[in-house]
């Protein structure tokens, strides 16, 4: 009888020792679990943080590339308009000066003439 309730307990202890290792298993599989959708969740998280983060630098890249060609066009527009004023203010002066030029040309002409009707010395 001392053989058979050392066989029993033996038996029983074994059987504890099972079921003890399957809720092991069963809280590590669990912890698993866990940590898998932590993981998870981690991943999405960033993956949503990036998006919106390549958003963010597509918008800035739009709005600095508006901006560039937007300061672009003023200076271009205020340089053409620098050039036609120049350009007009030369004409201006140009003009002037010819007209000065011909002017004083015409003076020293009729100043130098000599008179066509013959003097009464030629006679």
């Not at 504890?16 to 599989?29: C, D, F, P, R, S």
């Not at 630098?57 to 308009?81: D, F, L, M, P």
Request: no cysteine.
């Amino acid at each position: 009888m001392k053989r058979m309730s050392l066989i029993i307990t033996l038996v029983a202890t074994t059987a504890l020792i099972a079921l003890g290792q399957e809720g092991t298993v069963e809280e590590v599989k669990h912890g698993a679990k866990k940590t898998g959708e932590t993981v998870k969740n981690g991943l999405e998280t960033a993956g949503k943080k990036t998006k919106e983060a390549a958003e963010t630098v597509g918008e800035k890249t739009k709005e600095t590339a508006q901006t560039v060609g937007r300061k672009t066009k003023e200076t271009a527009q205020t340089i053409s308009g620098k050039t036609r004023e120049s350009t007009s203010s030369t004409h201006r002066k140009s003009k002037k000066t010819s007209r000065k030029a011909k002017t004083e040309t015409s003076e020293q002409q009729s100043t130098n003439q000599t008179p066509n009707t013959p003097s009464p010395t030629d006679r």
